[in-house]
């Protein structure tokens, strides 16, 4: 996938002309986009996600996602990162990944847009992707039921991630969408890379098993014994096909 790069006062925008024509900088403005009537939902979580009407006929709903620190820093450093070049910048490393996990036909976002906007030794982050309509996150489903089918899918889908080398550095229920139809999808994919096969993988899944432990499965273990023996059961089966 080919991204095309903006420079601005004061940073520079990498996006894919074939979903948005020339952003701006406003276009990554809540408060703008507010102004413009554009806001049709928000997500709070670690950092806000404001969900987009489209720019224009013929382009996608989208998410804009501010980049917000996480643990104890985020007490004193809310969203500024240590400037390090503009390839390392996590809006750019992040739009990037995408643009190759949709190469690789697996079930993510889809790259938008990014930038940064530098002041000195510093940078502030933010990225577009375009909305996956009708989801519902896995930490939701928990309240009212997974089937085992549906932790099977799962299960298949993570391990094409896996397959592709895909490190999703954030891996928790939140972070795995449903939509309507049963299709699993990955979303946040902020630190996230491409690696080489290896113990990372069982690292990754377990990171997950304590999400859920803490969203409350874990208060029944016969409930969550059998969730992840039916993810595990998915997980082990190769992945054949793009999970579109």
Not at 88 to 103: C, K, N, Q, Y
Not at 144 to 149: D, F, I, N, Q, Y
Not at 177 to 183: K, Q, R, S, W, Y
Request: aromatic share 8%; hydrophobic share 40%; glycine share 8%.
């Amino acid at each position: 996938m080919q991204f095309t790069r903006i420079p601005t006062v004061t940073g520079a925008i990498l996006f894919d002309p074939s979903r948005i024509s020339a952003p701006r900088d406003a276009d990554f403005d809540p408060l703008w986009l507010e102004q413009q009537g554009r806001i049709r939902g928000l997500a709070q979580g670690r950092g806000n996600a404001w969900f987009l009407t489209p720019r224009q006929p013929g382009e996608a709903a989208l998410v804009l996602r501010h980049f917000r620190r996480g643990g104890l820093l985020a007490r004193f450093i809310h969203d500024q990162y240590l400037w390090r070049g503009e390839s390392a910048t996590r809006s750019f490393s992040e739009l990037r990944l995408l643009g190759l996990i949709e190469a690789q036909g697996l079930s993510a976002a889809r790259p938008v847009a990014a930038r940064y906007v530098r002041e000195g030794l510093s940078y502030r982050a933010d990225l577009l992707t375009a909305l996956i309509e009708d989801t519902r996150s896995l930490a939701r489903c928990l309240s009212t039921g997974v089937s085992r089918l549906q932790w099977w899918q799962i299960g298949q889908t993570l391990r094409a991630f896996h397959d592709e080398g895909i490190f999703h550095a954030d891996l928790n229920a939140h972070n795995i969408l449903i939509d309507a139809e049963g299709a699993v999808h990955l979303v946040d994919f902020d630190r996230g890379r491409r690696r080489s096969l290896g113990r990372w993988r069982a690292q990754n899944l377990q990171r997950l098993k304590r999400s859920l432990e803490k969203l409350g499965l874990g208060q029944d273990p016969s409930a969550l014994h059998a969730a992840w023996e039916a993810l595990q059961t998915g997980y082990s089966l190769p992945r054949k096909a793009p999970l579109r």
